[in-house]
């Protein structure tokens, strides 16, 4: 699993489940936040051959990030990420059995929908980082109806 954390919100932006992932992957995973949420200042990530790859660097520095690689060995230096790891590890991996990669695709982004948008996190005031929004009917804005012209009563004259 690739997972990409926002540091600042705690929020989940991406789970990449996949048998392997390769430098390719890491580059699909981080361009749709880069395109939705613009470009971050810098990304953390730990030295593993996906993420240190030439293309992931050079990539990287083309969209104008740059990097932050953790030492070996130093995860208390990725925490958020690696505290992230713990909860899904917790919460759901430990858990289950997956027979297919897709089913573990799905469960596990159903379970990152949740952490983001109902899971209270207590570093955050028991909020979770993303709640959903929810429109009430009333407050939906509704055009106004069309005008309908009225004849005024004419005043009689004697």
Known sequence: MLNVIDEFTRECIAIRVSRKLKAVDVIDVLSDPFILRGVP????????????????????????????????????????CESFNAKLRDELVNGEIFYTLKEAQTVIESWRRHYNTVRPHSSLGDKP??????????????????ATPTVAPQPIMH
């Open 41 to 80: 200042g810098h990304i953390r990530s730990d030295n593993g051959p996906e993420f240190i790859a030439k293309a992931v660097r050079d990539w990287i520095n083309a969209v104008g990030a740059k990097t932050a690689y953790i030492e070996p060995g130093s995860p208390w230096e990725n925490g958020y």
């Open 129 to 146: 980082p993303a709640p959903e929004v929810v429109q009430w009917p009333a407050a939906q804005s509704r055009p106004a109806p069309p």
